[in-house]
């Protein structure tokens, strides 16, 4: 596990609340409405990258989802979750990971990001996280990824303050991206993620 990278992770939520940071949302509906577009059924394996503090977990469970997973590098992040829901974190399991070194038991049905893809700047991170995106989801799995780019700082700022770190994206690298994944090819979705350097 990157060392820098988890002291840097586990600093954030030791010096900030979950509420206190920039890319908390109160109400995860955008994930939500693309999950639920995914059509997965309620024993469908699911997993949330980087989704420590967030609360698309709750609202997962609430509608049903039986068998959900939540990965984050911050052993913080997921205690306060683990605090949050109480005995229903019992229902969840708990990765502590750096994504780029996860291998998963098994495969996932649908992979979520909305935290962790746009914060890996350096170019071999982001080729590991695909190798272990495309041994983890499953053939004809839902893959909801999400990731400030360039155009997105003018409307908000609050992608600039995102725990300091700088990315870099090109919007023809992503749209490519999305073409992609509209088109259902996993293999040309990762090779535009290893383009954006």
Same mark, same amino acid.
């Given at each position: ?33 693309? !999950?639920?577009?995914? @059509? ?32 984050? !590098?911050?052993? &913080? ?10 005995? &229903?974190?019992?229902?969840? /399991?708990? !990765? ?30 982001? @080729? ?10 499953? &053939? ?21 303050? /995102? ?35």
């Amino acid at each position: 596990m990157d060392s820098s990278r988890k002291k840097h992770w586990e600093n954030v939520y030791e010096q900030k609340k979950p509420s206190e940071v920039s890319w908390y949302q109160v109400n995860p509906a955008v994930s939500l409405e693309f !999950i639920t577009l995914a @059509k997965p059924d309620n024993a469908a394996k699911i997993i949330d990258v980087g989704g420590g503090v967030s609360v698309l977990v709750d609202e997962l469970l609430e509608k049903g989802y039986r068998d959900l997973t939540v990965l984050d !590098i911050s052993s &913080r992040a997921i205690q306060y979750a683990r605090e949050r829901l109480g005995r &229903r974190a019992e229902n969840v /399991c708990w !990765i502590e990971a750096d994504v780029t070194e996860y291998v998963a038991p098994y495969p996932f049905d649908l992979w979520h990001d909305r935290a962790v893809f746009h914060f890996l700047t350096d170019p071999s991170d982001r @080729k590991k996280y695909v190798e272990v995106l495309q041994n983890s989801l499953k &053939r004809g799995g839902h893959l909801i990824i999400a990731a400030f780019v360039w155009f997105t700082i003018s409307i908000s700022i609050a992608a600039l303050a /995102c725990s300091l770190l700088i990315f870099l994206a090109f919007a023809a690298v992503v749209w490519g991206f999305y073409n992609a994944l509209r088109n259902q090819s996993l293999r040309h979705a990762a090779a535009y993620l290893t383009k954006l350097n």
